[in-house]
C-alpha cells in the first residue's frame, strides 16, 4: 500500500522526532530470555490471555492467501474452512498449529493510516496545489535540461519520524512505476498543471505523497481514491528534525498533526520552504472509491490494527507476528501495543528484523494515532507446526 499505503501505504510509520518516554516506568517488556527460541507455550506471551483471539483470526483469514509458506498455506485453508468460531476456538487455532519464535533484541514500532483528504475540481482560494498524474515522456518534467542534483540525506535525519508515514511514497517504485524525471519538488511546483486530477491544500497535498495514497471528498461529496502512480527518483527527506532544530517546533511535538497545522497556520512562502526541504514528489492516478481498506504491498486489504508493514528481507508476507511495544516516545501516546498481527505490506522506512508499521485504519483519527506511535519494539514470530494438526474442535459451539 506504500504504497505502502501502495504501497501506500508505505508508512504514517514516523512523523515526529523522539522525545522523552510517555510511559510509567513500571510497564515491562517481553524478555526474550525467558521465552524458548522456539516453543508452543503460548503462556509465556504476556498479555496473551487477553487478546482478541477472533479479532487475529479474522486478520489471518483476510491476509493468509498471499503467503507463499506451504505451511502457512495450509493453515490459511484451514482456518478460512473453519466456518464460525468462538473466542476460545479462535485461541485454540493459533495454540494448536502455530509455534513461538523470540526475535532477539529490540527495535522501533511506528503506525501509517490512509488519509482522507478535501479536494476541489478546480483551483479555488487554499485549494491551490494540484494533484499531478504520472507525466508524459515529452513532459517539462521528464525533460528538463536544468536539473537539480539528487539530495544527500542528512545522517542525521536518517531516523526521523516523518519517514514512517511515508511508507508508501517511500517504497521502491514498482516495475510499472519507475522514476519519472530528475526534478525536485520545488522545481515540479512551477510547472503548468492543465492536466491535474484534483486540487488540495498544499499541506494536505505534502501528507498525502508521504503516505502514498488516500482517499480524496471532493465539494459535491464525490470520494475518489488516489493511487500512488510513481514518483520523481529523488530521496525522501524528513522535515521533522529540521523544523525542531529552527525552533519551529518543540522537539517533543512534532507530531505528523503538529507538522501539518504548522504548514497550514504558515500558508505560503514559509510552508513552501519547509515542504521544499523534501525534494521527493509523488505522482497519482484516481479510481474508484469502493469504501475497501487500502491493500498492501502483498496485495491485500490491510485490517486496521492487525496489518504490519515490514522488512520483507527479513519477513515474509502472511506471517503472523506478536507484538509487544512499550515506552512511547510521544506525548499522547498509547501506553502499550500488544497484539498479533500479519505482514502484509512494506516501506523503504522500514528496515531491520526487529521492526514493523502498523496500519492503524483510514481518516483523521486514525492520522493521530498514527503519528504519535513511536515505540520500543519486541516481536515473536509464530511459526507453522510442520506436524499435520487435526482442525477438529475448533468451532464454536453447537457447531457455529
Same mark, same amino acid.
Given at each position: 500500500?506504500?504504497?505502502?499505503?501502495?504501497?501506500?501505504?508505505?508508512?504514517?510509520?514516523? #512523523?515526529?522526532?523522539?522525545?522523552?518516554?510517555?510511559?510509567?516506568?513500571?510497564?515491562?517488556?517481553? *524478555?526474550?530470555?525467558?521465552?524458548?527460541?522456539?516453543?508452543?507455550?503460548?503462556?509465556?506471551?504476556?498479555?496473551?490471555?487477553?487478546? *482478541?483471539?477472533?479479532?487475529?483470526?479474522?486478520?489471518?483469514?483476510?491476509?493468509?492467501? /498471499?503467503?507463499?509458506?506451504?505451511?502457512?498455506?495450509?493453515?490459511?485453508?484451514?482456518?478460512?474452512?473453519?466456518? %464460525?468460531?468462538?473466542?476460545?476456538?479462535?485461541?485454540?487455532?493459533?495454540?494448536?498449529?502455530?509455534?513461538?519464535?523470540?526475535?532477539?533484541?529490540?527495535?522501533?514500532?511506528?503506525?501509517?493510516?490512509?488519509?482522507?483528504?478535501?479536494?476541489?475540481?478546480?483551483?479555488?482560494?487554499?485549494?491551490?496545489?494540484?494533484?499531478?498524474?504520472?507525466?508524459?515522456? =515529452? =513532459?517539462?518534467?521528464?525533460?528538463?535540461?536544468?536539473?537539480?542534483?539528487?539530495?544527500?540525506?542528512?545522517? %542525521?535525519?536518517?531516523?526521523?519520524?516523518?519517514?514512517?508515514?511515508?511508507?508508501?511514497?517511500?517504497?521502491?517504485?514498482?516495475?510499472?512505476?519507475?522514476?519519472?524525471?530528475?526534478?525536485?519538488?520545488?522545481?515540479?511546483?512551477?510547472?503548468?498543471?492543465?492536466?491535474?486530477?484534483?486540487?488540495?491544500?498544499?499541506?494536505?497535498?505534502?501528507?498525502?505523497?508521504?503516505?502514498?495514497?488516500?482517499?480524496?471528498?471532493?465539494?459535491?461529496?464525490?470520494?475518489?481514491?488516489?493511487?500512488?502512480?510513481?514518483?520523481?527518483?529523488?530521496?525522501?527527506?524528513?522535515?521533522?528534525? $529540521?523544523?525542531?532544530?529552527?525552533?519551529?517546533?518543540?522537539?517533543? %511535538? /512534532?507530531?505528523?498533526?503538529?507538522?501539518?497545522?504548522?504548514?497550514? *497556520?504558515?500558508?505560503? $512562502?514559509?510552508?513552501?520552504?519547509?515542504?521544499?526541504?523534501? $525534494?521527493?514528489?509523488?505522482?497519482?492516478?484516481?479510481?474508484?472509491?469502493?469504501?475497501?481498506?487500502?491493500?498492501?504491498?502483498?496485495?491485500?486489504?490491510?485490517?486496521?490494527?492487525?496489518?504490519?508493514?515490514?522488512?520483507?528481507? +527479513?519477513?515474509? +508476507?502472511?506471517?503472523?507476528?506478536?507484538?509487544?511495544?512499550?515506552?512511547?516516545?510521544?506525548?499522547?501516546?498509547?501506553?502499550? +501495543?500488544?497484539?498479533?498481527?500479519?505482514?502484509?505490506?512494506?516501506?523503504?522506512?522500514?528496515?531491520?528484523? /526487529?521492526?514493523?508499521?502498523?496500519?492503524?485504519?483510514?481518516?483523521? *483519527?486514525?492520522?493521530?494515532?498514527? @503519528?504519535?506511535?513511536?515505540?520500543?519494539?519486541?516481536?515473536?514470530? #509464530?511459526? $507453522?507446526?510442520?506436524?499435520?494438526?487435526?482442525?477438529? @474442535?475448533?468451532?464454536?459451539?453447537?457447531?457455529?
Amino acid at each position: 500500500m506504500r504504497r505502502r499505503v501502495a504501497g501506500m501505504m508505505a508508512s504514517l510509520a514516523l #512523523l515526529s522526532a523522539p522525545a522523552a518516554h510517555a510511559q510509567s516506568p513500571e510497564v515491562v517488556l517481553i *524478555d526474550p530470555t525467558t521465552i524458548p527460541a522456539s516453543t508452543n507455550d503460548f503462556s509465556s506471551l504476556e498479555g496473551w490471555s487477553q487478546e *482478541d483471539h477472533l479479532a487475529a483470526l479474522a486478520a489471518f483469514r483476510e491476509g493468509c492467501g /498471499v503467503s507463499k509458506d506451504l505451511g502457512l498455506a495450509r493453515l490459511c485453508r484451514a482456518a478460512r474452512g473453519l466456518g %464460525n468460531v468462538d473466542e476460545a476456538g479462535a485461541r485454540q487455532f493459533f495454540e494448536s498449529h502455530f509455534r513461538l519464535s523470540a526475535l532477539d533484541g529490540e527495535g522501533v514500532l511506528t503506525g501509517y493510516f490512509a488519509p482522507v483528504f478535501e479536494a476541489r475540481r478546480a483551483a479555488q482560494g487554499a485549494f491551490s496545489a494540484p494533484v499531478r498524474p504520472r507525466p508524459a515522456k =515529452s =513532459s517539462a518534467a521528464v525533460e528538463s535540461s536544468d536539473p537539480i542534483g539528487a539530495l544527500a540525506l542528512d545522517p %542525521n535525519l536518517a531516523d526521523d519520524p516523518i519517514g514512517a508515514a511515508l511508507a508508501a511514497a517511500d517504497v521502491s517504485p514498482p516495475a510499472s512505476n519507475p522514476p519519472v524525471g530528475t526534478l525536485s519538488r520545488a522545481q515540479i511546483n512551477t510547472l503548468p498543471a492543465d492536466d491535474a486530477l484534483a486540487w488540495m491544500r498544499p499541506e494536505d497535498l505534502f501528507f498525502l505523497q508521504i503516505q502514498g495514497s488516500g482517499v480524496l471528498v471532493f465539494e459535491d461529496g464525490a470520494r475518489a481514491k488516489a493511487l500512488y502512480a510513481g514518483d520523481n527518483g529523488q530521496p525522501f527527506v524528513g522535515v521533522a528534525r $529540521p523544523m525542531a532544530r529552527q525552533g519551529l517546533l518543540k522537539p517533543d %511535538n /512534532v507530531s505528523g498533526g503538529s507538522i501539518q497545522r504548522w504548514l497550514s *497556520d504558515h500558508a505560503g $512562502p514559509e510552508a513552501e520552504a519547509v515542504m521544499n526541504l523534501n $525534494p521527493r514528489y509523488v505522482y497519482f492516478r484516481l479510481a474508484a472509491a469502493d469504501g475497501r481498506e487500502p491493500a498492501g504491498a502483498a496485495g491485500a486489504p490491510l485490517p486496521p490494527g492487525r496489518a504490519i508493514a515490514v522488512d520483507p528481507a +527479513y519477513h515474509a +508476507y502472511g506471517e503472523m507476528i506478536w507484538l509487544d511495544a512499550a515506552a512511547p516516545t510521544l506525548a499522547g501516546a498509547q501506553t502499550r +501495543y500488544r497484539r498479533l498481527t500479519i505482514a502484509l505490506d512494506t516501506g523503504g522506512a522500514i528496515k531491520g528484523r /526487529v521492526r514493523a508499521d502498523l496500519y492503524v485504519g483510514s481518516g483523521s *483519527d486514525a492520522g493521530a494515532e498514527a @503519528g504519535r506511535v513511536r515505540h520500543t519494539l519486541r516481536m515473536v514470530q #509464530l511459526l $507453522p507446526i510442520t506436524e499435520d494438526a487435526a482442525v477438529a @474442535g475448533l468451532r464454536g459451539p453447537a457447531g457455529r
